[in-house]
């Protein structure tokens, strides 16, 4: 598998902003966007999601919760290429992350991240 050309970051909170800050910082070309309508100082963010997954080849969920995922991801449907796989490193339930399977099918990658934000923000979590 290739390298991913253009990562967006879906939720830009303290672990999701860290796993942008360190993407970014090994030259990825990474796109940030959060509910909130926070900003990364290390990344380039946009306020429309959408414009953020129709260029991207993976997209990497950073969300609260469940009904977190399944709003952003409503709401990006229809703009997610055929090729362009998801990736959830949200801690949600793994009832959630079937009916996401299911709805989103072999793109969609359940990886919910073991460590502290330090340890994301050195490519430490796992």
């Given at each position: ?16 902003g ?5 993407l ?6 990474v ?5 909130s ?8 963010t946009t ?8 260029r991207?080849?993976?997209v990497?969920?950073?969300?609260f919760?469940?009904?977190?995922c399944?709003?952003?991801?409503d709401?990006?449907?229809g703009?997610l290429r055929?090729?362009?796989i998801?990736l ?9 992350a079937?009916e996401l399977a299911?709805?989103?099918?072999p ?6 991240l073991?460590g502290s934000?330090?340890a994301?923000a ?5």
């Amino acid at each position: 598998m290739s390298t991913p050309h253009t990562i967006a970051v879906l939720g830009l909170g303290r672990m999701g902003g860290a796993i942008a800050t360190r993407l970014a910082a090994q030259g990825r070309d990474v796109v940030g966007w959060t509910r909130s309508g926070r900003t990364a100082d290390t990344v380039k963010t946009t306020d429309d999601p959408d414009e953020a997954v129709a260029r991207a080849d993976l997209v990497v969920l950073a969300l609260f919760d469940g009904a977190a995922c399944r709003q952003v991801l409503d709401r990006v449907h229809g703009s997610l290429r055929a090729d362009t796989i998801v990736l959830n490193t949200s801690t949600i339930a793994p009832a959630e992350a079937a009916e996401l399977a299911r709805r989103l099918g072999p793109a969609y990658v359940h990886a919910p991240l073991l460590g502290s934000v330090p340890a994301a923000a050195a490519g430490l979590a796992s």
